[in-house]
């Protein structure tokens, strides 16, 4: 059993991420491919397009053989605990040879030299990464500075964002020492952020963008995703964002004091006080954006903080969550994914509950799953799709 781990978002699954697979097969050669997925919630800090069963569905009709849920607390979070949750997940499984992931750089060397550095962290690094902070730089920028001095150039490898994550998959393959064997290959045609729409491989975040030209994003993704798009549409489901949810996220920061706020994770500084009086006084949370956004807190990073919030997550609930991967949940299989499993039951290869089927039993090990899925149900448009506890209601979409 050979097998290659990737980790996505799919949001939505388009072009580039055929592109990906279809080099992922090549390169290594796999007969399997296991995805980790972000679930209702991605790692921009808002929620996906359409819900993880959707996109789980689209996974298996692009080729993949078992899909498995990336923890909400670790799908919202940093690059680095994004990356590594996932990195852990694929580690328990015990049959994952290698993985494969998309990159700016398309080379592996220059990637895991500043891994190595990230993971070890030298005294000259330190200090010099402390040094920058001091300075009031937002810790990316002060990292990036300081591996640019410790390196003498890093070549702008720290200022794209598949770049970044690919260092922080390495990373973490490090710390784990990990047997898995990393690949990487070149991201083509466009840029994570752009939003222009300039052929048919484009970004997730231009085709969310263009999403109401449906004849411009047909042609960036297969047509069965395009499809599932469609679908969800029609049935009240999506597309979701972070302003779908606006009502709530400003209502629960106004019912909180800042004494309360001041506990949530990544809070400091006195950002409670800006994030109370910005909500406020907003009416929609890119009003309340503009108002808190600086150098040291970016959009993304905030998205997150919303976030944190709306969940109840405090730096106490975050690090409890985050000591280690305590189960694996299963949102998608093929008959393919479906002998993986099979393998890896019989050969008791894992030593943490796999979910494959939830009941009232897992509801613990899934409490933060399940809340954040019964908040992402009312940004739906259908009331009949608005109920609770749908993480223990549905079962894992199988082809």
């Known amino acids: ?75 919202i979070s940093s690059a680095e605990n994004f990356a590594y949750g996932a990195i852990a997940i694929l580690n328990k499984l015990k049959i994952i040879d290698s993985i494969c992931f998309g990159s ?70 490090i710390k784990l020492n990990s047997n898995i064997k990393p690949y990487t290959i070149k991201r083509i045609k466009n840029n994570y952020n752009d939003i222009n729409i300039t052929s048919n491989i484009a970004s997730a975040t231009s085709i969310r963008h263009n999403l109401d030209n449906c004849e411009l994003i047909k042609t960036t993704m297969p047509h069965f995703s395009f499809e599932i798009i469609q679908r969800e549409k029609k049935l009240g489901r999506g597309p979701i964002n ?49 108002l808190v956004q600086s150098k040291r807190y970016t959009r993304t990073r905030l998205q997150r903080i919303l976030l944190y919030i709306l969940f109840d997550i405090t730096r106490e609930v975050y690090l409890q969550n985050t000591k280690e991967i305590n189960y694996i949940r299963i949102l998608a299989a093929n008959s393919n994914g479906r002998k993986i499993l099979k393998y890896i039951k019989d050969n008791e290869l894992v030593d943490i509950p796999i979910i494959i ?32 506890k749908q993480d223990l209601k549905n079962k894992p979409v199988l082809l």
């Open 357 to 388: 089927n939830p009941s009232r039993y897992d509801k613990d090990l899934l409490s933060l799953d399940i809340k954040a899925t019964d908040i992402y149900v009312l940004g739906y448009s259908n009331p009949e799709y608005k109920t609770a």
């Open 242 to 290: 972070i302003e779908n949810l606006k009502d709530l996220i400003l209502y629960k920061i106004r019912s909180l004091t800042t004494s309360e706020l001041s506990k949530i994770h990544d809070i400091s500084e006195g950002l409670e006080n800006k994030i109370k009086y910005a909500a406020e006084e907003s009416s929609t949370i890119e009003d309340l954006l503009n």
């Open 104 to 173: 700016e750089s398309g080379s592996l060397e220059p990637l895991f030299k500043i891994s190595q550095i990230l993971a070890d962290e030298p005294k000259e690094y330190k200090n010099l990464l402390r040094n920058y902070l001091k300075q009031g730089l937002q810790y990316p920028k002060a990292r990036e500075f300081a591996l640019n001095t410790y390196f003498k150039d890093t070549n702008n490898l720290l200022q794209t964002s598949n770049n970044i994550l690919g260092i922080e998959y390495l990373k973490a393959l």
């Open 1 to 75: 059993m050979k097998a290659t781990g990737i980790i996505v978002e799919y949001n939505p699954l388009h072009n580039g991420h055929i592109y990906h697979l279809e080099q992922t097969k090549k390169i290594t050669n796999c007969d399997y491919i296991v995805a980790i997925m972000s679930g209702n919630f991605v790692q921009r800090g808002e929620p996906a397009l359409i819900n993880k069963w959707a996109r789980a569905e689209a996974a298996l009709k692009a080729g993949i053989d078992l899909v498995i849920e990336l923890p909400v607390i670790y799908s």
